[in-house]
């Protein structure tokens, strides 16, 4: 039988509600078959990515409970790692995961055990594991790469209980898991591989076992099953080819790296008269063998540059590798310059992202090459680079294609000053690649300013007012152009940070954002939270709440702020909205949305704002961590966002050469300011705590209404004191399509608190989905006068009279509610379009039509706003009579109605009558 390679983990995380009381701890929980194992040996490490951190394990095990806590000021780094190996002993692997953001976390992880599985021909079996009782293979064909180990991620998303837990798997490297070749699941011990699947040394097979609820508890490696080899299994055929023409007489080594990493050689190998030289294994070599290629480059001594892999998994294997002529740029100014390459017809040009903020010298250039087991397969080569490390080789930020070098010019959407990596490839007018160039850093020159804190510069202060977030983001603040420290964080910044949290995606979004930041941003919310707090002098503060119009969010701020109030009634946020601002301008100049000038321009509008507020870098930084503090309570993650803030501001602090310790401005040096008592802002109240728990449930029944009854039943004690709250689960029921059972539920949160008008307004919805119009609008009727005259309400009443066919009244109340003042609401695009309807319904398409184009141009995609759009033009005589067929033709096709027979010869009439026209 063969062994898996890795037993893998389960890993979910418990913070917020499930957790314990916040500390500065992390706490480990090993498991296996989701029982305690105690005496479970874990390892915390620093960061294994990071060279230049010292080699510290710090060992630790699991009580009888299978439970450990780390404090977090035994960690070995800033970054530190957990390590756990796998439980089967023969398996020498281990899951590394990351503890940064960790602390005051539980961290739970489940031990799988491993399947020992045999091939015989088509036929796979495998042995029983104790308590499987359903067994699942899969078979996925190769994508890019392949990795023999799977990753299995879990998480916890309600109660300990492990109730609602649910498992999602991964594999750690590209296989067609959208396309499974084949799946069988069921109390299976073996399968048999269908005969239509070919070439089965490109799949990869998993076999994963469930216990009796469907937990995963065991789990086989991704295996290769065994088929016909083109070579024998203990010997290896490398060929050579350049310029797509074979090389013959080819000189090549064998070899293996010393202890002290240099290069040695076992044997010289000449593909004499053949491109092709057939290698048998050794068994004096060592199982790290690895094949030398010298390529047609020299390095600094004049020796050729031999490039390297290794055997130990080739052998059975076709190696075909391409060699390439080497391509040398040369950088100049704004731009750069190459030479042409033999046979080479038209030129790629790529720009990387480096995965290391640190500048790293030019590498070696690419040597192609493929693995396969029939040598008469077409070549489709990967590319091999000693500076993998270095760049994400299948992930170019640009790509451009031009057929000389001179064309070469710039791309426009590339800020220029930023650090890439730039490799250009040459390719014959087959498409084959026959020249490239090392990978070099552009610019020469490093962009990162410098700084002496002995006198106030202006560009190296203005970018470190970006320092704390920077930091959280694991970037840089000495240079305007952001530095990820890796490529995946590139990405992710890009994409969820600004594209989906911002809405960025040109320089006109960020100037919109930045227009927003400067007059609004977090201190106009902390401004309405002030005024529930201040404008309605002994009411309740869920009342006060409810008359501003506050969300649960902005609710529990209400109470946030109340116990604070001496420290935020004397302040705005804007060190966190306008260091905000600078953060983002850099990141837009990374991303090329604006230009070198404008970025700096508008760096310093905002440096000149906030220098302008605070006195000194101790009175900005504070005011910052007090602004991610208010941010972060408003999603129940206040105490870990506002540690880490604070862990970075201090960690900014201590380092002597940041200008945080240099001049604030160029009038003044460093002003202290009064401290901020932190330990006193993180001690939340009862009230916050409750409020935690709501908006983890919020967000729990977001995605599962229906067990709102559950999680009301373990609520903590006095969250029935809170209408929101009880509308919270009230609205979860709704969504479960189980209201009409709680309306017993409803009908009592009137009686206990009849100004909290959202319930009424869920009673009217309640009537009206029973098809009670007038019961509906009589529900309206317990609403004071106040609540009556919000344009919201205005609007449910509006559509409660269309609905009755009771035009004029409809018409009377949706005036308010369709008013500019309120465009961006909700109820303001639905007024208009209940308006234009009833004007369609009246014989006023000409009045309609104004009502009908805002609302198409909101949502253009909508069947519903199409159609009646389409219909004011036809019936007005405006608009064009293709593009009102085209809307009609859309909206029908949608499939929710059909368009009558009446407006296609309305149409008809219309194209004919301009028709006529035309000819006059």
């Given at each position: 039988?063969?062994?898996?390679?890795?037993?893998?983990?389960?890993?979910?995380?418990?913070?917020?509600?499930?957790?314990?009381?916040?500390?500065?701890?992390?706490?480990?929980?090993?498991?296996?078959?989701?029982?305690?194992?105690?005496?479970?040996?874990?390892?915390?490490?620093?960061?294994?990515?990071?060279?230049?951190?010292?080699?510290?394990?710090?060992?630790?095990?699991?009580?009888?409970?299978?439970?450990?806590?780390?404090?977090?000021?035994?960690?070995?780094?800033?970054?530190?790692?957990?390590?756990?190996?796998?439980?089967?002993?023969?398996?020498?692997?281990?899951?590394?995961?990351?503890?940064?953001?960790?602390?005051?976390?539980?961290?739970?992880?489940?031990?799988?055990?491993?399947?020992?599985?045999?091939?015989?021909?088509?036929?796979?079996?495998?042995?029983?594991?104790?308590?499987?009782?359903?067994?699942?293979?899969?078979?996925?064909?190769?994508?890019?790469?392949?990795?023999?180990?799977?990753?299995?991620?879990?998480?916890?998303?309600?109660?300990?209980?492990g109730e609602t837990e649910r498992y999602s798997q991964y594999l750690k490297d590209s296989l067609q898991i959208d396309n499974p070749l084949f799946q069988m699941k069921g109390d299976i011990s073996e399968f048999v591989i269908p005969r239509d699947i070919n070439n089965l040394n490109e799949i990869g097979i998993s076999i994963s076992a469930f216990n009796p609820l469907g937990k995963l508890i065991a789990q086989s490696p991704i295996f290769i099953p065994t088929g016909?080899?083109?070579?024998?299994?203990?010997?290896?055929?490398?060929?050579?080819?350049?310029?797509?023409?074979?090389?013959?007489?080819?000189?090549?080594?064998?070899?293996?790296?010393?202890?002290?990493?240099?290069?040695?050689?076992?044997?010289?190998?000449?593909?004499?008269?053949?491109?092709?030289?057939?290698?048998?294994?050794?068994?004096?070599?060592?199982?790290?063998?690895?094949?030398?290629?010298?390529?047609?480059?020299?390095?600094?001594?004049?020796?050729?540059?031999?490039?390297?892999?290794?055997?130990?998994?080739?052998?059975?294997?076709?190696?075909?590798?391409?060699?390439?002529?080497?391509?040398?740029l040369k950088l100049e100014d704004e731009t750069f310059s190459w030479n042409e390459a033999p046979f080479a017809e038209e030129y790629k040009v790529s720009f990387y992202l480096y995965k290391e903020a640190e500048r790293k010298?030019?590498?070696?250039?690419?040597?192609?090459?493929?693995?396969?087991?029939?040598?008469?397969?077409?070549?489709?080569?990967?590319?091999?680079?000693?500076?993998?490390?270095?760049?994400?080789?299948?992930?170019?930020?640009?790509?451009?294609?031009?057929?000389?070098?001179?064309?070469?010019?710039?791309?426009?959407?590339?800020?220029?000053?930023?650090?890439?990596?730039?490799?250009?490839?040459?390719?014959?007018?087959?498409?084959?690649?026959?020249?490239?160039?090392?990978?070099?850093?552009?610019?020469?020159?490093?962009?990162?300013?410098?700084?002496?804190?002995?006198?106030?510069?202006?560009?190296?202060?203005?970018?470190?007012?970006?320092?704390?977030?920077?930091?959280?983001?694991?970037?840089?603040?000495?240079?305007?152009?952001?530095?990820?420290?890796?490529?995946?964080?590139?990405?992710?910044?890009?994409?969820?940070?600004?594209?989906?949290?911002?809405?960025?995606?040109?320089?006109?979004?960020?100037?919109?954002?930045?227009?927003?930041?400067?007059?609004e941003g977090h201190s106009a919310s902390l401004r309405s939270v002030l005024n529930a707090i201040d404008n309605y002098p002994g009411m309740p503060l869920w009342e006060a709440a409810m008359r501003e119009g506050l969300r649960m969010n902005q609710l529990k701020r209400v109470y946030t702020v109340k116990r604070l109030k001496e420290l935020f009634g004397s302040r705005l946020l804007h060190a966190w909205d306008w260091g905000r601002a600078i953060y983002l301008i850099r990141w837009s100049y990374t991303l090329g949305y604006i230009k070198e000038d404008e970025a700096w321009n508008l760096i310093h509008h905002f440096q000149e704002l906030i220098q302008t507020e605070y006195s000194s870098w101790e009175d900005f930084g504070q005011s910052y961590v007090l602004g991610r503090f208010y941010w972060s309570s408003g999603q129940g993650t206040e105490l870990e966002k506002t540690r880490e803030a604070l862990d970075y501001m201090n960690e900014i602090f201590s380092d002597e050469n940041s200008p945080w310790n240099g001049f604030w401005s160029d009038k003044e040096l460093i002003i202290s300011a009064e401290p901020v008592n932190f330990d006193e802002v993180l001690s939340l109240s009862e009230e916050e705590e409750l409020f935690n728990w709501v908006l983890d449930t919020q967000k729990a029944l977001g995605e599962y209404p229906n067990l709102f009854e559950k999680y009301a039943g373990m609520g903590p004690a006095g969250w029935k004191d809170y209408p929101q709250i009880r509308e919270m689960f009230l609205l979860a029921a709704e969504r479960a399509g189980q209201l009409k059972e709680e309306k017993a539920a409803l009908m009592q949160s009137i009686k206990d608190f009849p100004l909290y008008y959202p319930f009424i307004q869920q009673l009217a919805r309640l009537e009206e989905i029973e098809g009670s119009y007038d019961k509906a609008l009589e529900a309206f009727g317990r609403m004071e006068e106040w609540a009556l005259d919000l344009p919201q309400n205005q609007y449910l009443r509006s559509r409660l009279y269309y609905l009755q066919e009771d035009f004029d009244s409809a018409l009377q109340l949706l005036a308010k509610?369709?008013?500019?003042?309120?465009?961006?609401?909700?109820?303001?695009?639905?007024?208009?379009?209940?308006?234009?309807?009833?004007?369609?319904?009246?014989?006023f398409p000409s009045e309609a039509l104004p009502h009908l184009e805002i609302v198409y141009s909101n949502s253009p995609d909508n069947s519903y706003n199409q159609y009646y759009y389409a219909v004011s033009l036809l019936l007005s005589g405006a608009g064009d009579p293709d593009e009102i067929e085209d809307m009609l033709t859309r909206a029908e096709s949608a499939g929710e109605f059909t368009i009558s027979d009446w407006i296609w010869e309305k149409l008809t009439e219309l194209k004919q009558k301009l028709d006529g026209l035309q000819n006059l």
């Amino acid at each position: 039988m063969k062994k898996t390679i890795i037993a893998i983990l389960i890993i979910f995380s418990l913070s917020g509600l499930f957790a314990n009381d916040p500390s500065d701890s992390v706490i480990i929980e090993i498991y296996r078959q989701f029982q305690p194992v105690g005496n479970y040996k874990v390892e915390v490490v620093p960061d294994p990515g990071d060279d230049s951190a010292e080699e510290i394990t710090k060992e630790y095990r699991t009580d009888e409970k299978g439970r450990i806590s780390i404090p977090w000021e035994e960690m070995p780094s800033n970054r530190p790692f957990l390590r756990i190996w796998a439980y089967d002993p023969e398996i020498r692997q281990a899951l590394t995961y990351p503890l940064i953001g960790q602390r005051g976390k539980v961290l739970r992880f489940n031990l799988l055990d491993s399947i020992q599985y045999k091939q015989d021909g088509r036929v796979i079996t495998w042995n029983s594991v104790e308590n499987a009782s359903t067994y699942q293979i899969e078979g996925f064909r190769f994508s890019e790469s392949f990795s023999p180990w799977k990753i299995v991620t879990g998480f916890v998303n309600s109660w300990k209980d492990g109730e609602t837990e649910r498992y999602s798997q991964y594999l750690k490297d590209s296989l067609q898991i959208d396309n499974p070749l084949f799946q069988m699941k069921g109390d299976i011990s073996e399968f048999v591989i269908p005969r239509d699947i070919n070439n089965l040394n490109e799949i990869g097979i998993s076999i994963s076992a469930f216990n009796p609820l469907g937990k995963l508890i065991a789990q086989s490696p991704i295996f290769i099953p065994t088929g016909s080899e083109a070579v024998a299994q203990n010997e290896v055929r490398i060929e050579f080819t350049s310029w797509n023409k074979s090389v013959v007489d080819y000189e090549f080594f064998i070899g293996y790296k010393n202890d002290e990493g240099k290069l040695e050689t076992l044997r010289t190998i000449s593909t004499g008269d053949s491109y092709f030289s057939v290698i048998e294994k050794d068994s004096s070599w060592p199982e790290d063998v690895l094949v030398l290629i010298p390529i047609f480059m020299n390095d600094s001594k004049g020796d050729r540059i031999r490039k390297y892999m290794t055997l130990s998994d080739k052998w059975g294997k076709v190696l075909r590798f391409n060699l390439q002529s080497p391509v040398t740029l040369k950088l100049e100014d704004e731009t750069f310059s190459w030479n042409e390459a033999p046979f080479a017809e038209e030129y790629k040009v790529s720009f990387y992202l480096y995965k290391e903020a640190e500048r790293k010298q030019s590498s070696p250039p690419f040597v192609e090459y493929d693995i396969v087991n029939d040598p008469s397969i077409p070549f489709e080569p990967e590319s091999v680079t000693t500076y993998s490390n270095l760049i994400n080789y299948s992930e170019p930020l640009k790509e451009m294609i031009i057929n000389s070098p001179d064309q070469f010019v710039w791309p426009e959407d590339l800020a220029l000053k930023c650090l890439y990596g730039i490799v250009v490839r040459a390719y014959d007018a087959d498409g084959n690649i026959v020249g490239i160039s090392k990978l070099t850093p552009w610019p020469g020159e490093s962009p990162v300013l410098e700084w002496d804190n002995s006198s106030f510069q202006k560009d190296a202060a203005a970018l470190a007012l970006s320092g704390i977030m920077m930091k959280i983001h694991l970037t840089n603040y000495d240079s305007l152009p952001v530095y990820p420290i890796s490529h995946w964080k590139y990405n992710s910044l890009k994409e969820t940070s600004l594209a989906r949290d911002w809405g960025i995606f040109s320089g006109e979004d960020l100037r919109s954002d930045l227009q927003r930041l400067e007059r609004e941003g977090h201190s106009a919310s902390l401004r309405s939270v002030l005024n529930a707090i201040d404008n309605y002098p002994g009411m309740p503060l869920w009342e006060a709440a409810m008359r501003e119009g506050l969300r649960m969010n902005q609710l529990k701020r209400v109470y946030t702020v109340k116990r604070l109030k001496e420290l935020f009634g004397s302040r705005l946020l804007h060190a966190w909205d306008w260091g905000r601002a600078i953060y983002l301008i850099r990141w837009s100049y990374t991303l090329g949305y604006i230009k070198e000038d404008e970025a700096w321009n508008l760096i310093h509008h905002f440096q000149e704002l906030i220098q302008t507020e605070y006195s000194s870098w101790e009175d900005f930084g504070q005011s910052y961590v007090l602004g991610r503090f208010y941010w972060s309570s408003g999603q129940g993650t206040e105490l870990e966002k506002t540690r880490e803030a604070l862990d970075y501001m201090n960690e900014i602090f201590s380092d002597e050469n940041s200008p945080w310790n240099g001049f604030w401005s160029d009038k003044e040096l460093i002003i202290s300011a009064e401290p901020v008592n932190f330990d006193e802002v993180l001690s939340l109240s009862e009230e916050e705590e409750l409020f935690n728990w709501v908006l983890d449930t919020q967000k729990a029944l977001g995605e599962y209404p229906n067990l709102f009854e559950k999680y009301a039943g373990m609520g903590p004690a006095g969250w029935k004191d809170y209408p929101q709250i009880r509308e919270m689960f009230l609205l979860a029921a709704e969504r479960a399509g189980q209201l009409k059972e709680e309306k017993a539920a409803l009908m009592q949160s009137i009686k206990d608190f009849p100004l909290y008008y959202p319930f009424i307004q869920q009673l009217a919805r309640l009537e009206e989905i029973e098809g009670s119009y007038d019961k509906a609008l009589e529900a309206f009727g317990r609403m004071e006068e106040w609540a009556l005259d919000l344009p919201q309400n205005q609007y449910l009443r509006s559509r409660l009279y269309y609905l009755q066919e009771d035009f004029d009244s409809a018409l009377q109340l949706l005036a308010k509610p369709a008013d500019e003042e309120f465009q961006g609401e909700w109820f303001y695009y639905n007024s208009h379009y209940v308006t234009g309807v009833i004007k369609l319904k009246q014989g006023f398409p000409s009045e309609a039509l104004p009502h009908l184009e805002i609302v198409y141009s909101n949502s253009p995609d909508n069947s519903y706003n199409q159609y009646y759009y389409a219909v004011s033009l036809l019936l007005s005589g405006a608009g064009d009579p293709d593009e009102i067929e085209d809307m009609l033709t859309r909206a029908e096709s949608a499939g929710e109605f059909t368009i009558s027979d009446w407006i296609w010869e309305k149409l008809t009439e219309l194209k004919q009558k301009l028709d006529g026209l035309q000819n006059l």
